[in-house]
């Protein structure tokens, strides 16, 4: 979908995998980040990273956004939107994260499908009655509330979603947006320099 842009979220720091960049984690042989793009490249048009780290490497794979002014302060995920958002030059924006190795072939057109026939601003994956925050379309107009929200101290994901009015979009298969947000999950691991 050319009028989309894809944002994969990849600036975290790795808490629970000792610091290492999640994103060029090895999983059954292949890095995490590589495997997301392979999924998602071919539903969006413009592909954005979210990334503070291994720069170079990143943008190998597309173009790198870096957290905005007050990164310092880590506002977790919604740095990373807050920058993506505004460096979108298309009205809508899905979101991913850099872990979710299985995510749907048809995760960004069935959003879009909900979420525009609803007249939302924004729509979310949802499995088994669970919304899946980092899984979501946003309208690029949800930047200044985003920005607003973030100053005020705001850094969870699925709260700044839910006050947008987020349209739920339902999927059957929960393994398809497990995350690998732990070295112990991994079947391999490699940690690269910062």
Known sequence: ???????????????RMDGADKGWVVHDGIPLIVRVVERFAPQVGPLLISANRNLERYAALGTVVQDEAHAEQYAGPLIGVLSGLRRARTEWVAIVSCDAPAL?????QRLASVTLAASAVAGCAR??????????????????????????GERALHRWLESLDVVAVDFDDASAFANI???SITVKSARNPD
């Open 104 to 108: 749907p072939i048809d995760l960004v």
């Open 1 to 15: 979908m050319p009028d989309i842009t894809g944002l994969i979220l990849a600036g975290g720091r790795g808490e």
């Open 181 to 183: 947000n732990t070295l």
């Open 127 to 152: 499995v088994c009655e669970r919304l899946q925050p980092v899984f979501a379309l946003v309208n690029t107009s949800a930047v200044e509330p985003l920005a607003s929200l973030i100053a005020r």
